[in-house]
């Protein structure tokens, strides 16, 4: 394959001869030393020796958010070539290590199909897999609620329980364990959220919780608190309606946020059949740019009906939401919810 294919060589263990032929090396040999946006070997395993150490405290988070962009996903693809034993020198991935890359990752840059951001998020997936059976699943949960924000603890939660692509495995008991509580988690602030109705911050990703929480919690207990929110408070179903309205970022010059479909299968899943906003109307004249909570349950109005064909998103668990709930779903194709730099939110290329 790499002799018919050169390009995908730099992907290749075996390719790893860090001559002149390797791009990640290529430069060096011209700037006779380590360019300023390279990072030598010798100089990365030292941070990653202090990362083992001191995680979130150490060098390497302060070197992943300083300098240039092009040197932090440098470094990213360099230790994750190492700690999959694709590259010499080898590296065990250690708590400390993922401690480290965890606290740096809000800083990265997030420009670009696949950002430092990106590459950061799917490294902390594959290495909460791997930590997860030795640490177990309480240091784990502990690392992730410490050193992040709940969103960025779900997003990696979510790459590390996604069945292995190479070996169909499926996720470590202990993974779906720390899930399980992220989930529980991921419901709370939806419902908290659910409670300050307009006023509340629309940048949370609550599509994304509404996901996680359906996915690895228990949707009969999900249920019974929304119908209980429902009866005891001023929130209305328009108002879940509202949380579940997805949003794509349409990339451009200038990239734009918008209202981009509804995720009919979560709905369906928490919303007894019966309720009359499966029958309200569509809506006509909708700002899809306006992403205010009143503008979203104005947007949700009429989304169940059959007729609805037009903006609609990728179901996120082809495997889970229609199967369960029987309905068809909003979906033409299959994505996945951490595919842009927001959680739960999609890229569409204009």
Same mark, same amino acid.
């Given at each position: 394959?790499?002799?018919?294919?050169?390009?995908?060589?730099?992907?290749?263990?075996?390719?790893?001869?860090?001559?002149?032929?390797?791009?990640?090396?290529?430069?060096?040999?011209? #700037?006779?030393?380590?360019? !300023? $946006?390279?990072?030598?070997?010798?100089? @990365? /395993? *030292? =941070?990653?020796?202090? &990362? +083992?150490?001191?995680?979130?405290?150490?060098?390497?988070?302060?070197?992943?958010?300083?300098?240039?962009?092009?040197?932090?996903?440098?470094?990213?693809?360099?230790?994750?070539?190492?700690?999959?034993?694709?590259?010499?020198?080898?590296?065990?991935?250690?708590?400390?290590?993922?401690?480290?890359?965890?606290?740096?990752?809000?800083?990265?840059?997030?420009?670009?199909?696949?950002?430092?951001?990106?590459?950061?998020?799917?490294?902390?997936?594959?290495? #909460?897999?791997?930590?997860? !059976? $030795?640490?177990?699943?309480?240091?784990? @949960? /502990? *690392? =992730?609620?410490?050193? &992040? +924000?709940?969103?960025?603890?779900?997003?990696?939660?979510?790459?590390?329980?996604?069945?292995?692509?190479?070996?169909?495995?499926?996720?470590?008991?202990?993974?779906?364990?720390?899930?399980?509580?992220?989930?529980?988690?991921?419901?709370?602030?939806?419902?908290?959220?659910?409670?300050?109705?307009?006023?509340?911050?629309?940048?949370?990703?609550?599509?994304?919780?509404?996901?996680?929480?359906?996915?690895?919690?228990?949707?009969?207990?999900?249920?019974?608190?929304?119908?209980?929110?429902?009866?005891?408070?001023?929130?209305?179903?328009?108002?879940?309606?509202?949380?579940?309205?997805?949003?794509?970022?349409?990339?451009?010059?200038?990239?734009?946020?918008?209202?981009?479909?509804?995720?009919?299968?979560?709905?369906?899943?928490?919303?007894?059949?019966?309720?009359?906003?499966?029958?309200?109307?569509?809506?006509?004249?909708?700002?899809?740019?306006?992403?205010?909570?009143?503008?979203?349950?104005?947007?949700?109005?009429?989304?169940?009906?059959?007729?609805?064909?037009?903006?609609?998103?990728?179901?996120?668990?082809?495997?889970?939401?229609?199967?369960?709930?029987?309905?068809?779903?909003?979906?033409?194709?299959?994505?996945?919810?951490?595919?842009?730099?927001?959680?739960?939110?999609?890229?569409?290329?204009?």
């Amino acid at each position: 394959m790499e002799e018919l294919f050169p390009a995908v060589a730099r992907f290749s263990a075996h390719a790893r001869v860090k001559g002149v032929s390797d791009p990640d090396y290529f430069a060096r040999y011209f #700037a006779q030393g380590i360019p !300023p $946006d390279d990072v030598s070997d010798t100089a @990365l /395993a *030292a =941070l990653m020796d202090d &990362a +083992d150490a001191r995680g979130a405290n150490s060098d390497l988070t302060t070197f992943l958010t300083t300098g240039k962009h092009s040197r932090t996903d440098l470094t990213l693809r360099k230790m994750a070539m190492w700690t999959a034993g694709e590259s010499q020198p080898s590296r065990l991935i250690t708590l400390g290590l993922f401690e480290a890359v965890l606290a740096a990752r809000h800083s990265l840059d997030t420009n670009g199909l696949f950002s430092p951001r990106d590459r950061a998020i799917s490294w902390l997936g594959v290495a #909460a897999r791997q930590l997860a !059976p $030795d640490v177990g699943a309480s240091p784990l @949960l /502990a *690392a =992730l609620t410490s050193e &992040a +924000d709940l969103a960025t603890a779900l997003e990696v939660v979510w790459a590390a329980a996604k069945m292995d692509a190479h070996t169909n495995a499926p996720a470590p008991r202990e993974v779906l364990t720390v899930a399980e509580r992220l989930a529980e988690q991921a419901v709370h602030e939806l419902l908290t959220g659910l409670r300050r109705r307009d006023d509340d911050d629309q940048e949370i990703p609550y599509h994304f919780h509404l996901l996680f929480g359906v996915k690895y919690g228990n949707t009969a207990d999900i249920r019974a608190q929304l119908l209980d929110l429902f009866s005891t408070t001023e929130v209305t179903v328009e108002d879940f309606a509202a949380r579940c309205v997805t949003i794509a970022t349409i990339m451009a010059a200038a990239p734009i946020r918008r209202l981009h479909g509804f995720d009919r299968s979560s709905f369906s899943l928490l919303i007894p059949a019966d309720d009359p906003f499966y029958h309200l109307p569509l809506q006509e004249g909708v700002d899809t740019k306006d992403l205010a909570w009143a503008n979203r349950r104005f947007y949700s109005r009429g989304r169940l009906s059959s007729d609805v064909i037009d903006d609609r998103i990728a179901d996120t668990d082809p495997a889970s939401s229609d199967a369960k709930t029987g309905h068809g779903g909003c979906c033409t194709a299959h994505a996945d919810p951490i595919a842009s730099n927001r959680p739960g939110e999609f890229v569409l290329h204009g």
